[in-house]
């Protein structure tokens, strides 16, 4: 958008670089040749973040990408992954009259028989944050408990971490749902449906943990991995240069987003997300269990942990049996890359935003929600 | 017994509420919740009685009835905001223009007056009424009208959140313009910056620390829309102001009243720098956010209807950032679709209340 003239037009100037029109048709047109090369129908590449489906639909992509190029979003989304016995947990700790913030995305997720939108709109006391340390300021200004029901990826549980270790009041708990991306990937790599030749791998999450994390899976995998950053342009070169990895038989990592992302990453988060959480397995919704998948809080922070804090008991949330549109849901195949939201009966009918069924369609980063939001591929 | 001709009327109003849904923030967000909500339970059967004009059937900002060679417009809205006040305007400011405006959108740019209802909760500051008086005086003498008459009541404490106003105004106009008008090759206009109210708001709801440098667009419109009019007589062909669910939902209702598909070019759009900023640290389409000192406006009739109207329309203050932001074409009618130089894609309809997204 036209961007009206003022002191802060400098920062908007040096972010058009990367949405330059004329150098997208460029890398367009080099992915297009690059798969005429490669010959195959489709060419499959996946990325795994709700960042990257964001910009795609965001800016129209889909529509100028090759027609022979299939795109798909994998389990990217932390929302539309946690498990509905980590919002059980949430919901259950709000009836209670316990204070529960949390990132707007989560709000609405079903759990077994609610979400936490449900239970505010009966009273309980649910507040969205946009960051950690808005969980803290809130707990600063209350004596009650709050707890701070905490999703995200790499990303954002470094932020968690970092309250952690910051002193924070005593009336906050934590309640993780964070997730660890690496080992999903090998899980969805390892799929028996799936035919990935390669992954474009987020940008944001390199940042923290380094490109060099991905040199292990690559050795064993045999899928050669580009990291890219958020701007259209980044994410057309990332493809640009993944298919032409895959074009040349080349098996390796790349660093396409050089800007923010190096080899070893930013040691110092690194050091603190580590120190905070261990990563233990867990269900990824609609996705398999992940070995290694989850981050929890370590025994040395038991005192923030809410799981150690509070008694909760799941079990009251039990005797509803899941409703038999949540068993047409196709969510876990579509994060799993082996469908897509039209392929869905539910998608845009039984299930859209206003009342989801699947997660997917509830997180801005969800691919049911994003295709429903930004028109998903028509031809325009 | 036999029933009586003169029984009295039993009423069939369903205060149980057993088993129907219950009304949540979305119905009244402006987007496709509260759309549904309106046709499906609020307006059947009012729109069957034949109306000689604009009716409920149409769902218009206003009404329009024939009076002799001419149009009374009527329009009505009620308003809440939390906070009451807020950078660029208060509730006393919005409660007017917000009519004003919705009259000048049907082409009554000349409102006779207006009518305000006032509901105030028990526990608030006399002199709160006093300033929310001030500032709608100061948006009447602004816009050239005043209140003609008025209702207060005053509820107790927590039965209403601190003060609600409606406004009703009404107007005459000679031409009516609907938001049905667009055709194939209409260019679209907006008056100015997209995003200012919502995103103002917003900030100060969600603690952003951004309030220094937002502020609402709250204003009357009406002699800006009287001029671009009178620069171009038969030129405008639809129009609409963008209020909650923003650019987006406007330009859907004419887009589906119309029958037309709608081209937006996302380098066009006047946006400010800071709103941007806003929107993509919520993770916000400023095309969902709403605007209350904005217009769309169809124009008809090529390159030099089109700089007319945009030159009355920069020619004030509320307009000094018109643009043209896309053209109407006859494929994919009801859709709205943004070209945003690199790609095409589907502009969605907001369906509910903007919630910011984790990160």
Same mark, same amino acid.
């Given at each position: 958008m036209t961007t009206v003239p003022s002191p802060a037009a400098t920062a908007a100037e040096s972010e058009l670089k990367f949405r330059d029109p004329e150098r997208g048709r460029a890398l367009t047109s080099a992915i297009e040749r690059t798969c005429d090369q490669i010959g %195959?129908?489709?060419v499959t590449v996946m990325h795994v973040c709700g960042s990257h489906e964001q910009a795609i639909a965001k800016f129209g992509l889909r529509a100028v990408f090759p027609k022979r190029l299939d795109v798909i979003m994998g389990p990217g989304c932390p929302v539309c992954v946690t498990d509905l016995p980590e919002v059980d947990e949430a919901v259950v700790l709000a009836e209670d009259g316990v204070r529960v913030v949390t990132y707007g995305d989560m709000l609405r997720v079903p759990g077994t028989s609610r979400s936490l939108a449900d239970v505010q709109a009966t009273g309980a006391k649910v507040e969205v944050v946009y960051s950690a340390d808005q969980a803290v300021r809130i707990a600063r200004r209350t004596s009650d408990p709050v707890v701070f029901f905490a999703s995200g990826f790499e990303t954002t549980a470094v932020a968690t971490a970092a309250i952690v270790l910051d002193d924070p009041p005593p009336n906050l708990s934590i309640l993780s749902a964070h997730k660890y991306i690496p080992p999903v990937m090998e899980i969805v790599a390892e799929m028996p449906h799936t035919r990935i030749e390669g992954f474009l791998a987020a940008g944001h999450a390199a940042t923290i943990t380094g490109w060099g994390i991905f040199e292990r899976f690559v050795e064993r995998h045999g899928i050669p991995v580009v990291v890219a950053g958020f701007e259209p342009l980044d994410i057309l070169a990332g493809l640009a240069r993944l298919t032409e990895l895959i074009r040349d038989g080349e098996r390796r990592v790349v660093n396409a987003f050089p800007r923010c992302v190096t080899r070893e990453g930013n040691r110092n988060a690194q050091r603190q997300l580590w120190r905070v959480f261990r990563t233990t397995g867990g269900m990824w919704r609609g996705i398999a269990h992940v070995p290694n998948g989850n981050l929890r809080l370590r025994d040395e922070f038991a005192h923030v942990d809410a799981r150690r804090r509070f008694a909760i008991d799941l079990k009251r949330l039990w005797n509803h049996a899941p409703s038999a549109l949540t068993q047409q849901c196709i969510c876990g195949d579509i994060m799993a890359g082996i469908s897509s939201p039209d392929k869905c009966a539910l998608f845009g009918k039984a299930c859209v935003p206003d009342s989801p069924v699947g997660a997917c369609m509830v997180s801005s980063e969800g691919t049911c929600r994003i295709w429903h939001q930004y028109g998903g591929h028509p031809s325009l | 017994m036999t029933a009586s001709p003169t029984a009295t009327p039993v009423s =069939?109003?369903?205060? =149980?509420? %057993?088993?129907t849904p219950t009304i949540v923030m979305k119905h009244g967000a402006g987007g496709r919740a509260m759309r549904r909500l309106i046709e499906e339970v609020l307006v059947p059967g009012f729109s069957d009685a034949p109306v000689d004009g604009i009716g409920l059937a149409a769902m218009d900002d206003g009404a329009a009835l024939r009076v002799g060679d001419s149009w009374l417009v009527v329009t009505t809205d009620s308003h809440v905001v939390n906070p009451i006040v807020f950078p660029g305007g208060d509730i006393g400011r919005l409660a007017v223009c917000g009519t004003v405006n919705d009259l000048a959108m049907m082409?009554?740019?000349?409102?006779l007056g207006l009518t305000c209802a006032l509901i105030v909760e028990e526990g608030v500051p006399y002199s709160l009424v006093e300033s929310v008086h001030a500032s709608m005086l100061a948006a009447c003498r602004e816009a050239g009208t005043t209140i003609v008459t008025g209702d207060t009541k005053v509820m107790g404490r927590?039965?209403?959140?601190g003060i609600v106003i409606n406004t009703t105004g009404i107007g005459f106009t000679d031409r009516v313009i609907p938001d049905a008008g667009l055709r194939p090759g209409d260019r679209i206009i907006v008056t100015g910056t997209i995003g200012d109210h919502g995103m103002a708001i917003m900030a100060l709801r969600h603690d952003l620390g951004l309030e220094a440098s937002l502020a609402s667009d709250v204003a009357p419109l009406n002699h800006m829309i009287r001029d671009a009019l009178a620069s171009a007589p038969?030129?405008?062909s639809a129009m609409k102001d963008p209020t909650r669910g923003g650019v987006s939902s406007a330009l859907h209702e004419m887009a589906q009243k119309s029958g037309v598909g709608i081209v937006l070019h996302e380098a066009l759009i006047p946006l400010s720098p800071v709103v941007r900023a806003a929107a993509d640290m919520l993770g916000l389409d400023p095309l969902h956010v709403a605007n209350e000192g904005k217009a769309l406006l169809g124009v008809r009739g090529g390159d030099a209807v089109v700089d007319r109207v945009l030159d009355a329309l920069r020619r004030h203050d509320a307009g000094r950032d018109a643009a043209v932001i896309g053209e109407c074409v006859a494929e994919r009618p009801g859709d709205v679709i943004l070209d945003t130089g690199i790609g095409r894609r589907l502009v969605s309809e907001s369906d509910g209340e903007l919630l910011p997204r984790i990160c």
């Open positions: %195959r129908s489709p | =069939t109003i369903d205060v =149980t509420g %057993r088993g082409g009554a740019t000349n409102p927590g039965e209403i959140d038969g030129g405008v």
